[in-house]
């Protein structure tokens, strides 16, 4: 047995109950052999059994008063998983399906992810299983501030920097940093995604989405072509789905579906974007409420939205919703290239499937980047007490997602990996960013 299965063998064992957290390491390790044969003395100094184990975890209790006066009582998580390159950088997700599993699966993404952005950030991850949706702003509030209170003792702008990720916007960002300040007495750059008046980057709001965009064009140039008349599927409407959507729409695509946890729309004369930042980033609505702005568009309740024929699927609502079937309607409607905007949407059956017929595919940790990427350029923007143009941002986030895909494009040119003359973008990612954590945990020592 080869190295990397060997540790994965006993991570299986040992992480049993944590399937998110299996899969992720599954992609990672499987991918990384090559490069364990060409370097002996990781085996020697443990590096993967240290890779896959987090520096720290930390679960504690969010108890909150709702509007009833009834008290609530949620888990909170923060994973610090590695902090070779950088402090702990990851977002904090609140959802009702959030457990440990869950936050270790992002939390080991995160670590290769902001290893690719170029830029000095480990991995970490946290968050909570509170449900934001139907909860008043008083009520969210309340939740915030519980949980800062016993996050803040863990994290710090030179420690550990949280940021949003599912259910975890601006208004959660500020309710945050609120409590934060107010405990340490310390104003700093101790979260990102933080308003435009308080120390928030322009651009970190669109980076994610347009980040995935610019990294798929680079694709697309290879494949001697663009999103200009392209047909594109996108998952999710929240904060990557829209300004993935956006870019698409300014790059000359049609996005023509969105999704979310209950239906999908499609509107085959292209989305109204406006109506969906009004349903979802203002009213807080449901999907299905963008009949009432363009009545000729369809609802259909229910997963389904990788049955829509298309060009071009970015995923980019959750873990695991892209599945064998979803790949195989996908490859017969003709469809060339799936990045992902998502972390880990796509099952590792279904990666395979579409790599196998075809397809040119980019993983989440490569694609997605630009969201935490531009995290780091606001802590950047934090330490210098300075604020750059939207341009300035916008550029360097461009100039990064081509240095990603540049990256992972070469470790597959190394390692010889790719599908039908397509490089390899998993392994490559996986490998190129693995192999800077590895040095640097290298010439730490036995850390
Ligand atoms: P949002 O909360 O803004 O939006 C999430 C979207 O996905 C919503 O439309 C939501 O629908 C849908 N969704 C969430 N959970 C499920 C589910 N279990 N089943 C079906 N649909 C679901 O989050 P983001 O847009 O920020 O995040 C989307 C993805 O992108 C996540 O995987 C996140 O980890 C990843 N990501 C985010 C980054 C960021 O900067 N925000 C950076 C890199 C990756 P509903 O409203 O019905 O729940
Ligand atoms: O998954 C991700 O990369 C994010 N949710 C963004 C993290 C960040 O620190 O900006």
Redesign the pocket.
Known sequence: MSYAQDVLAKLKEKNANEPEFIQAATEVLTTLEPVFEKHPEFEKASLLERIVEPERQVMFRVPWVDDNGKVQVNRGFRVQFNSAIGPYKG?L?L?P?VNLGIIKF?GFEQIFKNSLTTLPIGGGKGGSDFDP?GKSDREVMAFCQSFMTELYRHIGADTDVP???????AREIGYMFGQYKRITNQYEGVLTGKGLTWGGSLTRTE??GYGLVYFANEMLKDLNTDFNGKTVVV???????IYATQKVQQLGGKVVAL????GYIYDEEGIDLAAVKEI?EVKRG??KEYLEYRPNAKYTEGKGVWTIKCDIALP????N?LLIDDAKALVANGCILVAE???M?TSLDATKYLQENGVYFAP?KAA??G??ATSALEMSQNSQRLSWTFEEVDEKLHNIMISIYKAAYAAAEEYGKEFDGKKDLVSGANIAGFMKVADAMMAQGVC
């Open positions: 977002g997700r959802h399906s992002l949706k940021a949003g990720d599912i259910g975890t916007g980076a994610t998952s999710g409407s929240g904060n990557v789905a999704s979310d946890s209950n979802k449901r999907i980019c609502a959750t873990q919703e905007g998502a972390n949407p989440g997605n980047a969201g935490v």
